[in-house]
């Protein structure tokens, strides 16, 4: 596989008439590599985060992803597709308060299909990793953000997905534990985990991507690369 | 801020949640619906037969007179006498017999009447025109009961035979004639050397009792020559015969009624109550630009009672529209003439839900109205933290698919909601098994009245229910002959000739109506409600009216005055007999001397299993000739009450399962709008849409289940209830067989329906949420 993630010449405008939110941007994201996606509010980041996690689709253009256009896919088989190759980490962490921390880590795989004993082992595999084992029984509720959003990082990775998709992964942390989760990122990256970040903070993408494109007013304005 | 300008605000909410504000609509119209339907049927079955009287200006006593002993001068001056208010008359009258197509059809007692108005018995015309010429016949009833406009009769016995073709239908209410022709018709139709007779209708100022109309009677008896009075007859017999099936539907109209009633309460309540809570986030923000508690509650009520106001109109005018055939059929099964929904129906079932619906708007309203405007826009969007995780625990553990255990778990996130909807589907769900229990039921009482599944076939002199003249006496010949051609006939499997008089028994103050049959009569299935059918000499079954008039119970013994023979017989069994008339079933070796040729009324026949019945019919009426007056003629399969009962039933039941159905709808969808945004993560998680179909589905199984637990043993207590009250209004108790209606496999399956009330109201909003996409429900937090 070349790339884990082309875009091609990508449009997406919500209503007509109105400007617009990507306007034909192409990218690509080779596997093993971490892509920060900066911009002000507005630019067109969260838009094409979703279009690569198959939550939404462009109005013209391609998106190909772990090697399947998924531009072109059913809801069904979007659905499938985001089990299977995609896992993604949201600013508000989005668990489900009524489930615990192990539940939460548990849905995709159950919803996947994984065996449940399967299941239950890489969840603890990864709640430990995560050194968030002690609180597997725990609500959500009851955990600091920065132990939640570790909690989020496990449930996207319980399915082994090629690409992580982190939606301002530390927006909704303090300093220090940003930073915490960061580290936890780089670490995942060192074990090869292809990986796209959303953030408007350039500290973490200076951090911890190796390339960063930036996006004003839907329109991809230059990438820096580290080396 | 103005008044008007939270109210348009608000108003405008009701085009932002279309699909709400149509449930509301939807609910409230059918609520009112079947509210105003229940009321115009409580009203017409609570005395249909008593307004349709008034309204017609019935006859309390129809006279037979003898024109050569009383002069129509001599009877006008009886319209004088103390206690008649008015009187109609003198009508000639002629008794006629006809044919049809060269077939014995019945004996007429038809009256001569220059028009269908008349200050007493003022006859409804159903069709056609009354008789205005020779020739020209109006029946009394209505069209399609075996005879229509331009049928022809001939009438025998008579010169030159004329023919009559029926010109009209009308009812009287008192059934005063089988038919009415012209005046000068009338006297044309009186045979030559029969005594000429009649006709004074009359009402009075007390005419409650049989005694008192027989004092009223005997009043103007004594006011007209000797003998001139040859007959009468009370309007209260006829009021016996329609209460018989106007009262029996009454305990199920309510039953339903009430059923309705607490649906509309409970769906109202909870539709309204849910989208005023699905409305706490909009309110909270209204608050926070400087609403007043008293402008929110204002608003509220404005923004749920348009559509509601929109349903109870709807819902009135559907009343009306549905009540409409079923009064028709109604009428004419009473045979009272035109009903029609009563007015303060009209009025007071919309204006009733209008009131449910504030009452149930306004607490919620004044909650949403008290609350500070951070806590209305926090109470908008989750039900409590905490509630519902016991379950979800519980439900992960379980061995069932996983958005299968996330949908059986959420319902304790909202307990009251849960309850609303499992109240909602049980409501549905025994509405509609009670409805198959008591259509079962009333199956099964109309084979027994009419005995439609044992007996095929009866033969009868000039064939069933044709007027209520005398018989026509056949020859002994003509009776013997008729029982060798049924003898004769391979598919005969039972026959019996049935004998009927009235007799006296001790104890029972007015006359007993006697059946005696000259051979085994066990096959013809009469309902045995306490002890057996007689098998011995002696032994006698009666009716529920003869055990309550004689105070006499199964297993006691009565003396029995036949009119040429007292005989003590032995009550060995209660029969199912609905009416006020006490009857008594024994053999003709039982009941001594009614066995006699003048008592012989007709011939019961049961037909082999594979003979068909009007393959029979012909061979019989055949082999009997043109001139033998027998006539075999189809057992009838159940009389118009059961047909009427049945429709009302499935259509009552179907409204209220409809109206469970919504509420079930509306409740998902609340449910779906609280956790729109949980449902955005479990698609991203890869949820497919297949799995949040189920997943959604699943919210109301488990409400539905409890549901059909509590459903099944409610209908089945609110059937035999329902049948208990039924049967007491028609003098009657009921066999065992006919409240047995629910086998538990059967019952099992009906209580399915509360699964697919559930389904049914939950797969369109579970649907909505599985097409949505996963996008689009994140970003609605």
């Known amino acids: 596989m070349d790339e884990v993630i082309r875009l091609e010449s990508v449009t997406k405008i919500y209503q007509a008439g109105s400007p617009p939110a990507l306007a034909g941007v192409s990218m690509a994201v080779s596997p093993g590599e971490v892509v920060a996606v900066m911009g002000p509010s507005g630019s067109g980041k969260s838009t094409m985060l979703n279009l690569i996690a198959g939550l939404d689709k462009p109005t013209s253009g391609t998106v190909t992803v772990a090697g399947q256009r998924i531009d072109s896919l059913g809801e069904a088989a979007l659905a499938r597709f985001r089990a299977r190759h995609v896992g993604i980490v949201f600013q508000f962490f989005n668990l489900l308060d009524d489930l615990t921390v192990a539940d939460n880590v548990l849905l995709p795989a159950q919803l996947a299909g994984a065996s449940r004993r399967q299941a239950r082992g890489r969840a603890e595999e990864l709640l430990a990793r995560m050194g968030i084992a002690e609180h597997r029984d725990a609500y959500p509720a009851r955990l600091s953000g920065g132990q939640r959003q570790r909690v989020a990082i496990a449930r996207a990775l319980v399915n082994s997905p090629e690409l992580l998709l982190a939606d301002e992964p530390t927006g909704a942390l303090d300093t220090a534990t940003g930073q915490e989760i960061g580290r936890l990122l780089r670490e995942l990256n060192a074990g090869g985990q292809t990986l796209v970040l959303v953030t408007h903070d350039p500290a973490l993408a200076d951090n911890y991507a190796a390339r960063t494109v930036r996006l004003v007013d839907g329109h991809t304005a230059g990438a820096v690369v580290r080396s | ?781």
């Not at chain 2, 099964?444 to 003249?469: C, D, K, L, W």
């Not at chain 2, 068909?612 to 027998?630: D, Q």
């Open chain 2, 1 to 781: 801020m103005s008044w008007l300008g939270p109210v348009m605000t608000a108003t405008g909410g009701i085009w932002r949640h279309k699909l709400q504000a149509g449930v509301i609509g939807i609910v409230l119209l059918i609520a009112t619906a079947s509210a105003t339907l229940g009321l115009a049927l409580l009203a017409a079955s609570n005395a249909p037969f008593r307004a349709a009287f008034a309204a017609q200006h019935g006859a309390h006593a129809t006279i037979s007179a003898d024109p050569a002993r009383a002069s129509t001068a001599r009877l006008d001056q009886t319209r004088s006498l103390p206690g008649v208010t008015a009187a109609a008359g003198p009508f000639a009258v002629a008794t006629v017999q006809t044919d049809q197509g060269g077939q014995p059809s019945g004996q007429f007692v038809l009256a001569g009447r220059q028009a269908a108005s008349s200050p007493v018995d003022n006859l409804v015309l159903n069709e056609g025109h009354w008789a205005d010429g020779p020739g020209q016949l109006v029946l009394d009833g209505s069209p399609g009961e075996g005879t229509n406009l331009g049928d022809t009769f001939t009438v025998t016995g008579i010169d030159g035979s004329p023919v009559l073709t029926v010109v009209g239908f009308a009812n009287s209410i008192t059934n005063t004639a089988d038919g009415w022709v012209t005046p000068a018709e009338a006297a044309r139709l009186q045979q030559a050397g029969a005594p000429a007779s009649t006709q004074m209708l009359y009402r009075f100022a007390s005419a409650g009792t049989y005694a008192k109309v027989r004092a009223d009677v005997t009043e103007v008896a004594n006011a007209l020559p000797a003998g001139a009075v040859t007959d009468y007859g009370s309007w209260l017999s006829s009021a016996d015969q329609a209460t018989g099936n106007g009262a029996i539907m009454e305990p199920f109209v309510v039953a339903f009624a009430l059923i309705g009633l607490i649906m509309a309460v409970l769906i109202v309540g909870n539709v309204i109550s849910g989208a005023v809570v699905a409305q706490y986030h909009r309110i909270g923000v209204l608050k926070s630009l400087g609403l007043t508690p008293g402008q929110v509650v204002v608003a509220y009520l404005s923004r749920v009672g348009w559509p509601a106001l929109g349903g109870c109109l709807a819902g009135v005018v559907a009343g009306n529209v549905l009540a409409q055939p079923v009064l028709k059929q109604s009428s004419e099964a009473y045979g009272v003439g035109s009903q029609s929904v009563p007015w303060w129906a009209t009025v007071a079932a919309p204006l009733g839900m209008l009131a449910l619906t504030a009452l149930a708007a306004l607490g919620p309203a004044l909650r949403a109205g008290h609350l500070s405007a951070a806590q209305a826009i926090a109470a908008g969007r989750a039900p409590r933290a905490g509630r519902g995780y016991a379950a979800h625990r519980l439900a992960a553990r379980l061995r069932l698919p996983r958005p299968a255990g996330l949908g059986l778990a959420a319902p304790f996130a909202r307990p009251a909601r849960t309850m609303v909807t499992l109240a909602a589907v049980a409501f549905g769900a025994t509405a509609v098994i009670f409805a198959f229990g008591l259509s079962s039921s009333l199956s099964r009482a109309a084979a027994s009245q009419t005995h439609s599944g044992t007996i095929q076939v009866e033969v009868q002199p000039f064939g069933p229910g044709r007027g209520t003249g005398p018989f026509q006496s056949p020859g002994a010949a003509q009776d013997a002959a008729a029982e060798a051609v049924l003898r004769a006939q391979p598919g005969t499997a039972h026959e019996v000739a049935l004998y009927t008089n009235d007799v006296k028994v001790g104890g029972i103050a007015g006359s007993v109506r006697a059946q005696a049959f000259a051979t085994d009569a066990s096959w013809t299935g009469f309902g045995i409600i306490a002890g057996h059918w007689y098998d011995a000499p002696g032994e006698v079954d009666v009716s529920t009216s003869f055990l309550d008039q004689s105070g006499l119970a199964v297993g006691g013994t009565a003396l029995v005055n036949t009119g040429t023979a007292t005989v003590t017989v032995h009550i060995v069994g209660e029969v199912f007999r609905p009416g006020t008339r006490p009857y008594v079933y024994g053999s003709t070796q039982t009941l001594a001397g009614l066995g006699s040729r003048a008592n012989l009324q007709e011939f019961y026949v049961g037909l082999r299993p594979g003979t068909s019945t009007s393959g029979y019919l012909h061979a019989v009426n055949a082999s009997l000739g043109s001139s033998s007056p027998w006539t075999a003629t189809a057992q009838e399969t159940g009389g118009k009450f059961y047909t009427i009962a049945s429709a009302l039933i499935g259509l009552l039941a179907l409204m209220v399962a409809v109206a469970a159905g919504l509420g079930v709808l509306n409740t998902v969808l609340m449910t779906t709008r609280d956790r729109v945004h949980d449902l955005g993560i479990f698609k991203a998680l890869g949820m497919r849409p297949g799995q949040l179909l189920v997943m959604v589905v699943c919210w109301t199984a488990g409400p539905a289940i409890l549901a059909a637990v509590i459903a099944a043993p409610a209908a089945v207590l609110l059937n035999n209830a329902t049948l208990k009250a039924m049967a007491g209004t028609a003098h009657t108790g009921i066999p065992a067989s006919f409240t047995d209606v629910f086998p538990p496999a059967r019952l099992a399956l009906l209580s399915l329906a509360a699964l697919v009330i559930a389904i049914a109201g939950a797969v369109a909003p579970a649907s909505w949420a599985a097409r949505a996409r996963a996008a689009v429900a994140l970003r609605a937090e």
